[in-house]
């Protein structure tokens, strides 16, 4: 009989072939050593058997312990890139136009190689020759791509930069050799194309790839994209970007696609429409060059000038100049590093934001505020005559104005006008047994009309600039506050701190009778899709009838004079009617003056407030005035 015939522990067959369960139980634990036992030959083939059985069943326990526990994270890392794989495609990145609709911000198509670092060889000598071929196909050096792939993390599956901005021949002759190259792949991208850079690059910024800090802070970047770093790219930065597409691909284990799905298309980013008018923006930094140019042999200046111009009916920034002006174009193109390094170490700084980030004293141009604020206090009222001779004394020092012969009688119509400093010294802080504001009242006025404090533009980087007092001279310069610190107050000299945008905002106070308004550059975001509005921005006033209206009149008038017959009258035959003041702002070694002239047209129904600063420009009538003429001009009758 057979070997399952000699038991009483039968298994008997199914028609269908399977095990009665039962039958199998017993006959594995009550009956299975007496089979073996019954027979020296069956014992001998079942002892080996069940041998065999055993030493499988601790061989597959050993690789099970060494695929769960051992390299647990390794494989299970390496069958889910082999099973599912995410990959995203990079967004367009919104287009930037001026008022009229000009393209300021562009794109352009480049190419990237990057690496999968696992999936990259781990021979020595595979991969010099994967890197020598890539060498080969692009002309770069084999330092820069050695490099790059040094500081990766070759246990990470996430793409790592190798080479930025690839020729679109390179990119093809890699792509088409990667069978060669495990591990690297070519990726689309796109940098900026900056239309007309050197004119608005202050404005527009630029752009970079991400380093490690972005990557941390904000999940959205990965390794090669490129952010906002300064000006409207950084600002606006969420709004350009758009949203990221993303696929989910099944891979096989030699890398073929299997299947895609959830796939979401990119969404490019909001276009941004500004209220900057481009050509006008063209028109004054020309002019403003031109002048810095001219007087940079007579003078102590070295181009280096800024510009404002806005409505003052709303705060929306007509242009914004500053020189010297860099080209940010050259920011989009790695081989440019020197320039680039140039820029940052020139000692102009080309990217510091003059009209929003330079703080210089105003001088004159201060004398408007400090006309209504004397008016709002009863200090003076419109026929008040002080006499300029001069000069005027105080503690045994003498206190000069700009024409030492004096001036004459002077009210505060013909005081702005005019430009006296003595008025204004004796307004300020008093001469006599007249009672001037004093330099608490002073600062109280000055910090209404939001200086030393941030206006709020739409740009980083903006200085609040600096509203001196008593309590501030003792903090930081360890001294007490003097009479003179009262008088240079008064005539925006001293320690008083402004940028030109500030110089802009009180003007345009002038011009629009009594509202500060926030100053902005985007009128709104539009979809890149059909033009639709995603975010319109509406004019914000900041502060609003803190001075009276029959005293803003007041200042008003003395600004058309000034035009009409006195600092600023070679604006008197513009097309139109004007108002403005000059200064000239002393700074550093005695004889140093910055150029200033702030005007705002038409006179009886405001558009423009032109606010010009050449640093080291010498006097404000002589060499910023010209240039305010030139501009408006051009603004009303050309453009």
């Given at each position: ?21 039962e ?80 393209i ?30 890539i060498?080969?196909i ?21 793409a790592e ?21 495990p ?14 850079g ?36 950084a ?18 284990a ?52 800024a510009?404002?111009?806005?409505d ?18 050259i ?70 104005g ?33 009672k ?30 600096l ?21 240079h ?42 033009g ?24 008003r008038?003395?600004?058309?004079e ?8 070679s ?10 003041k ?45 240039v ?12």
């Amino acid at each position: 009989m057979g070997l399952l015939g000699t038991s009483k522990y039968r298994l008997k067959k199914k028609a269908s072939n399977d095990l009665e369960f039962e039958e199998a139980a017993s006959f594995i634990h009550d009956g299975g050593e007496k089979i073996l036992n019954s027979n020296d030959e069956v014992s001998r083939y079942s002892k080996l058997a069940i041998f065999i059985i055993i030493a499988l069943i601790g061989v597959l326990g050993l690789q099970t312990f060494r695929l769960q526990i051992i390299n647990a994270d390794e494989f299970a890392a390496l069958a889910e890139n082999n099973r599912l794989k995410e990959i995203t495609f990079r967004a367009d990145r919104g287009i930037i136009y001026d008022k009229n609709k000009n393209i300021l911000v562009g794109n352009k198509a480049i190419f990237d190689l990057v690496a999968i670092p696992k999936e990259v060889t781990r021979d020595a000598d595979e991969l010099r020759q994967v890197v020598d071929n890539i060498v080969k196909i692009t002309n770069r050096d084999f330092s820069e791509i050695s490099g790059s792939l040094e500081k990766i993390d070759r246990a990470s599956y996430k793409a790592e930069l190798v080479l930025d901005n690839l020729d679109i021949s390179s990119a093809i002759a890699i792509e088409s050799s990667r069978e060669k190259m495990p591990g690297f792949e070519i990726k689309n991208n796109a940098i900026r194309e900056y239309s007309d850079g050197k004119y608005f690059s202050n404005i527009i910024g630029y752009t970079g790839r991400v380093n490690q800090k972005d990557l941390n802070s904000d999940a959205f970047y990965e390794t090669a994209d490129f952010i906002g770093k300064e000006g409207l790219e950084a600002y606006y930065e969420k709004y350009l970007r758009g949203e990221k597409g993303r696929e989910s691909l099944v891979i096989d284990a030699v890398g073929r696609i299997v299947s895609a799905s959830n796939k979401l298309e990119t969404k490019t980013g909001g276009n941004l429409v500004l209220s900057l008018d481009g050509n006008l923006q063209k028109k004054l930094q020309d002019l403003l060059e031109e002048m810095a140019k001219k007087i940079k042999i007579k003078e102590k200046n070295n181009g280096v000038a800024a510009a404002v111009a806005m409505d003052p009916r709303n705060g929306k920034i007509l242009a914004i100049v500053s020189l010297p002006a860099y080209d940010n174009n050259i920011f989009t193109d790695p081989a440019n590093k020197n320039k680039i390094n140039a820029i940052f170490q020139d000692p102009l700084s080309p990217m510091l934001n003059r009209p929003i980030s330079g703080t210089y004293p105003p001088g004159s141009t201060i004398k408007p505020v400090m006309s209504v604020a004397a008016l709002s206090e009863n200090i003076i009222n419109k026929n008040t005559i002080i006499e300029d001779r001069g000069v005027i004394s105080a503690y045994n020092t003498n206190y000069f104005g700009w024409n030492r012969a004096g001036l004459g009688p002077m009210n505060v119509v013909s005081a702005l006008a005019q430009s006296s400093d003595i008025f204004f010294y004796t307004v300020g802080g008093g001469y006599g047994n007249f009672k001037g504001l004093g330099v608490d009242k002073i600062a109280e006025y000055f910090r209404k009309f939001n200086l030393g404090e941030r206006l709020g533009i739409d740009l980083l980087g903006e200085s609040s600039g600096l509203v001196p007092t008593k309590e501030w001279k003792m903090a930081n310069v360890g001294e007490i506050w003097t009479i003179g610190n009262t008088y240079h107050l008064s005539i925006g000299q001293g320690y008083l701190l402004t940028t030109p945008l500030q110089v802009a905002s009180w003007t345009s106070v002038m011009a629009n009778g009594g509202a500060i308004f926030q100053p902005y550059l985007v009128e709104k975001v539009i979809s890149s899709d059909d033009g639709s509005i995603i975010k319109e921005f509406n004019p914000r006033i900041i502060r609003e009838d803190f001075i009276d209206q029959k005293y803003i009149n007041i200042a008003r008038e003395g600004m058309r004079e000034s035009v009409l017959s006195g600092s600023a009258r070679s604006l008197k035959d513009l097309e139109v009617k004007a108002a403005g003041k000059t200064g000239t702002a002393e700074y550093g070694i005695a004889g140093n003056t910055h150029a200033w002239f702030t005007v705002f047209a038409p006179y009886d129904d405001p558009e423009i407030v032109l606010t010009i600063l050449i640093e080291g420009g010498g006097e404000g009538g002589i060499n910023a005035v010209p240039v305010a003429k030139d501009v408006l001009s051009w603004y009303f009758k050309d453009r």
